[in-house]
């Protein structure tokens, strides 16, 4: 009170008993006019509310002259005897007195808003900032609790919170607090620092706070988080929807209050861009999100076509490559929203609530795939130059995501393309097997890999089932891939041995990896190469580092053969083991690639097993449920499954003649086989039949190793094999007009469908096949 000039006594019953100079020179009354009188007839109008229980507020006295003065009262109640307050000492200074200090002027003129609350979180001053925020006079607050002045909620009681924590220990706080204030209309993040206020003993007699705008800087920041959210949260697959679907999730509700993703129709597809720019704008809606449930704002629908004009302004930020703004009463702005009411009017209630959009090209490595738009409805503040900035380096990663996304699908268009090229399209012109067959390619961002089958008809009624694997994932693996697929063909003409072939094979893939530059992965392939022969009823195979075929005999369950896998292809130097294993008719051999057991190897070829040994009325119905079982729902690598259900042929189908070597012969074994023909009802091919046994059982008897063996055998076409224990191989050759010999083979070609040799475990055979008569 020791610079309190104004001051007065008032009693427990509210009668002034006490008047100081002071007193008299701010009101006019002298102390023999007031003393005696109540206080209450002093004041011009009433207190306000809250002011008589604090002890402080703003009062409105009547002067002596009529006017009314307003000042700040604080009474100190002097307590009596019995402990109870008996009178109170009430100071008064003029509210509307100027600071006679420097100090006083600077805390007033501050630009940053200041106040001060006693202990009790009572307003004691406020500076002219702080009175503009709050849209009130100080006198309105002076005296009041905080809380008494606002709309409560959490912001409010966060910053009760911390003027009792100040006032409690006696230590400043800084925190920054985000809220609106009611002149601004809008939501304002403060940087608020608190002290305490002691007087000349050291009690704390108040806090001061001072709050500055760090509005520019939370949503400098916040924008950053958003473009580190984007560098996370965007392009997680290679997938274009669900890269826009990403955008529209980081966009709403923090950016926008709906935002949309549109790409041009050619993104879609596996087209390259256009040449020429097209008159008007077809885009196709990829995804679109929305802070109300349902996005009643979109009037297009995710996948349908919007086609916009040039003068829109999704075209001219395609056009311009830079962000574009369209406001509330702005021409573009109103076209926009004329079109979408016309489009879907239901949307009517959301979409006039608009009032600021911003459109941005989706643009990657110099090509422009779309545009992203955003607008706001319940967000007050208008999109303005440093959205610009950040929505323009989001979209930017957005596109690059996007444009990854477009790659991948066309390069695995491309290659599904070719591998579906190089495997096999139809599997007839064999009879020895029943076959279904699976082919699903990895759902990977690696790429679509080399796994391969292939089931070749070989001589004999015999059957050649191949699998494989190239190691890696794209057009590199596809290219390996139909290279070793068309060597397994060739080879598999010549009729190899299956340890054999996959030794070719091996040189080849080794010789492939050295011509290869340095920049190229290692080749690598596995392979799993089985012979059939219905008529021996028996099974040849080898591995080359690929996983054992599962083997179902009729009426027993699924077991892996035992063998051994071998090394891979492209190793070299090492040898291959092949097995051999007689199968009665109906056996089931199951070929896959390692894609199908990329699990626990153990427990899914256990999976495998159970699924084999499952009934199935066809093997295509077997095959799906062997993938249904086993499959994983996403594979990181590509799956194939071969299914073969053997045959046999019967005794009845197949003739066989030990020939002596003796050329007299040659007549005798041509009327046996004649005869088996009739026996057969095939004489229509009699002719050929014996003139073709004549040759090849007399180049065998004179050119060959006794013993010699002539066998026939009616399938699906009629089979003629002559064998002998040499191991010289035929070919083909040009007689001279006045040679004795050298046309027999070549009028064995000339009269067959097709013929060749192979080697056997003791010389050769040769071999000629002709269809057989229709009927």
Same mark, same amino acid.
């Given at each position: ?6 001051? $007065? /006594? ?42 008589l ?38 100071t ?11 100090? #006083? ?42 809380? &008494? ?7 409010d ?33 403060w940087?608020? =620092?608190?002290w305490p ?5 050291? &009690? ?8 500055q ?23 997680? *697959?290679?997938?274009?929807?669900? *890269? ?17 993703v ?5 993104? +879609? ?10 008159? &008007?704008?077809? @885009? ?12 009643p ?6 996948? &349908?076509?919007?086609?916009? !004009? ?21 021409? =573009? ?20 609530? $608009? ?30 130059a ?27 268009? /491309?290659?599904?393309?070719l ?36 089931v070749?008809?070989?001589?004999g ?17 596809q290219?390996?891939? #139909? ?43 596995? %392979? ?20 054992? !075929? ?12 035992t ?8 190793v070299?130097?090492?040898p ?9 008719? #109906?056996? +089931? ?10 699990r ?15 009934? $199935? ?10 993938l ?30 030990? /020939? ?16 088996? @023909? ?12 014996? @003139?073709?046994?004549?040759? @090849? ?15 026939? /055998? ?5 089979? %003629? ?6 191991? *010289? ?7 001279? $007009? ?29 071999? %000629? ?7």
């Amino acid at each position: 009170m020791e610079q309190a000039s104004v001051a $007065a /006594i008032v009693d427990a019953h509210g009668v002034v008993t006490g008047w100081s100079e002071g007193a008299r020179r701010l009101t006019g009354h002298p102390a023999e006019e007031t003393v005696g009188r109540p206080a209450r007839e002093l004041l011009a109008q009433p207190p306000p509310p809250g002011a008589l229980a604090a002890l402080a507020g703003t009062a409105a006295l009547r002067h002596r002259d009529g006017t009314t003065v307003v000042t700040a009262l604080r009474a100190c109640p002097v307590l009596g005897a019995d402990g109870r307050p008996d009178r109170y000492v009430v100071t008064a200074e003029p509210a509307d007195r100027p600071e006679p200090t420097l100090a #006083g002027r600077a805390f007033q003129q501050a630009s940053m808003p200041m106040s001060v609350f006693d202990t009790r979180q009572r307003y004691l001053r406020l500076n002219e900032a702080a009175c503009r925020g709050r849209g009130v006079i100080e006198a309105a607050l002076l005296g009041r609790p905080f809380l &008494e002045t606002v709309a409560y909620g959490e912001a409010d009681q966060g910053f009760v919170e911390h003027l009792r924590q100040v006032a409690e220990t006696g230590r400043p706080v800084r925190y920054e607090s985000f809220t609106g204030i009611p002149t601004l209309h809008r939501e304002h993040a403060w940087s608020v =620092e608190m002290w305490p206020v002691r007087d000349a003993s050291g &009690e704390l007699t108040g806090v001061a706070l001072a709050a500055q705008d760090s509005s520019e800087q939370y949503w400098a920041r916040r924008r950053l988080a958003l473009l580190n959210e984007a560098a996370a949260g965007i392009g997680t *697959t290679l997938d274009m929807a669900r *890269t826009a679907e990403e955008v529209v999730e980081l966009l709403v509700p923090q950016f926008a209050d709906f935002a949309t993703v549109d790409l041009l129709e050619w993104v +879609l597809g596996a087209d390259e861009p256009p040449a020429a720019p097209a008159r &008007e704008i077809a @885009l196709r809606r990829v995804a679109h999100g929305s802070r109300t449930e349902g996005t009643p704002e979109a009037a297009v629908r995710v996948g &349908e076509r919007d086609v916009r !004009p040039t003068s829109s302004a999704a075209a001219r930020a395609m056009r311009e490559g830079r962000a574009v703004f369209s406001h509330a009463g702005e021409p =573009e702005f109103i076209d926009w929203l004329a079109d979408r009411e016309a489009r879907r009017p239901a949307g009517h209630v959301y979409r006039s609530r $608009a009032h600021s959009m911003i459109t941005v090209p989706l643009r990657a490595r110099g090509t422009t795939l779309g545009v992203m738009v955003a607008v706001r409805i319940t967000q007050p503040d208008a999109y303005a130059a440093d959205d610009a900035v950040f929505v323009e380096e989001l979209a930017s990663r957005a596109a690059v995501c996007v444009d990854n996304a477009r790659r991948f699908a066309r390069e695995r268009t /491309i290659a599904l393309a070719l591998q579906h090229s190089l495997l096999p399209r139809g599997l007839s012109g064999q009879a020895a097997v029943e076959v279904a067959h699976r082919y699903l390619p990895c759902a990977s961002p690696a790429g679509i890999g080399g796994d391969w089958f292939d089931v070749i008809p070989l001589s004999g009624s015999r059957v050649a089932l191949v699998v494989g694997d190239v190691v890696g994932h794209g057009i590199q693996a596809q290219a390996t891939m #139909g290279r070793l697929r068309t060597a397994v063909r060739t080879l598999a003409d010549v009729d190899l041995p299956p340890d054999e072939l996959l030794t070719h094979l091996d040189d080849l893939v080794t010789h492939l990896a050295g011509d290869h530059d340095d920049d190229v992965p290692e080749l690598g392939a596995t %392979c799993l190469y089985a012979v059939y022969d219905p008529v021996a009823r028996r099974l040849s195979l080898a591995a080359a580092g690929h996983p054992a !075929p599962v083997l179902v005999l009729p009426g027993a369950a699924a077991e892996p053969v035992t063998m051994s896998p071998g090394p891979p292809l492209g190793v070299g130097g090492l040898p291959f083991e092949a097995i051999e294993l007689e199968l009665p008719e #109906g056996s +089931l051999v199951a070929l896959y690639t390692d894609g199908l057991l990329e699990r626990d190897m153990d427990r899914t070829t256990a999976e495998l097993c159970r699924a084999l040994s499952a009934p $199935a009325d066809s093997l295509e119905e077997l095959a799906d449920g062997v993938l249904k079982a086993v499959l994983p729902e996403e594979s990181g690598d590509d799956v194939v499954l071969l299914l073969a259900r053997t045959r046999a042929l019967g005794a009845d189908q197949v003739a066989t003649w030990e /020939i002596t070597p003796d050329p007299a012969r040659v007549a005798a074994t041509r009327q046996a086989a004649a005869e088996q @023909l009739a026996a057969w009802g095939l004489e229509e091919t009699a002719f050929v039949t014996e @003139l073709v046994v004549s040759e @090849l059982v007399t180049n065998a008897i004179r050119y060959g190793d006794p013993p010699v063996q002539l066998r026939l /055998i009616r399938d699906r076409t009629l089979i %003629c094999e002559v064998s002998d224990s040499s191991s *010289t191989s035929p070919h083909l050759r040009r007689a001279h $007009a006045y040679d004795e010999g050298g046309r027999g083979l070549l009028l064995v070609a000339q009269l067959t469908q097709r013929w060749g040799s192979r080697p056997s475990g003791r010389g050769k055979t040769i071999w %000629c096949e002709q269809p057989l008569p229709p009927g």
